[in-house]
């Protein structure tokens, strides 16, 4: 609205009268109104930024026509809570309160937002699989040219008594662990890196944010998902060039 906290004169909020009803000769009568300076600007999001003006709470109660009443009341839990503590916390307000109100946390009050984030964590998480199943095909050509190279060599072990089936775990074996060491190098200079950007925040977010910086939070849960994807992707890549050219 090109408002700042430097205007002398005060802005004028209107709102309908909640306890009258709207009257076409005389419009005016039928709008509460109060006056204030404003005393701050913020900015979250745009969408945020359209829908929400802080007020002080006589002066809402004022314009809306309430005595006592309050429309919805903020909680907010220590830090630590655990998933578990804040289902807890939930279902003990909802039988405190009744059916009559609802009880939601941040995500259920978002949940468009929170969505959507799900989705593009799943897209890009499905956007990096692939781009690591084409880098796999590097281990399935090198494991092939090993293979044909060391065919002397195979031959040899199989003199020597070797089976089929251990040399087709001999090169597997050396093809997935090739993929591991990988694995394991990436995960310590990704979750390295996360640490320390939450830590000191090198990466700067543009614009006027709450936050400095990219917010980073490493999960459990994404580092164990990381860890099968990568090592099934590098097993598989192992497994077809050995079946193909080691046979029984």
């Known amino acids: ?14 709102f309908p009268a909640r306890d009258r009803n709207f009257s076409l000769s005389n419009p005016a ?17 745009q969408q945020i930024d359209e829908e929400l003006m802080i007020m002080p709470l006589d002066q809402t109660r004022q314009l809306l026509g309430y005595d006592e009443e309050v429309s919805g009341i903020e909680v907010r839990m220590i830090d630590g809570t655990t ?42 998480f499905l956007i990096l699989i692939f781009i690591i199943i084409i880098i796999a095909f590097n ?12 065919k002397d060599d195979i031959e040899t ?26 694995l394991a190098a990436g995960l310590v200079i990704g979750v390295g890196f996360a640490l320390l950007q939450h830590q000191f925040g090198f ?22 998902l990381t860890i099968a994807g990568v090592a099934l992707i590098g097993y598989l890549i192992a497994i077809m060039p050995v079946k193909r050219n080691i046979r029984d």
């Open 29 to 45: 009568a039928s709008i509460e109104s109060v006056s204030m300076r404003p005393s701050g600007i913020f900015t979250v999001n």
């Open 1 to 14: 609205m090109g408002m700042n906290p430097a205007f002398l004169s005060s802005a004028t909020i209107f």
């Open 83 to 124: 998933k578990k503590d804040l289902r807890k916390a939930i279902n003990g307000i909802k039988e405190i309160m009744g059916a009559d109100f609802k009880v939601l946390d941040r995500f259920r009050q978002n949940t468009s937002l929170y969505k959507m984030m799900r989705y593009e964590k799943a897209a890009i």
């Open 139 to 150: 281990i399935f050509g090198s494991l092939t040219m090993l293979i044909i190279e060391k």
């Open 157 to 182: 072990f199989r003199s020597l008594g070797a089976t089929d089936k251990m040399l087709r775990k001999t090169f597997t074996l050396e093809g997935w662990l090739i993929s591991l060491l990988g």
């Open 203 to 224: 990466i700067k977010m543009p614009g006027n944010f709450l936050v400095n910086a990219y917010p980073v939070i490493v999960q459990w849960s994404d580092i164990l």
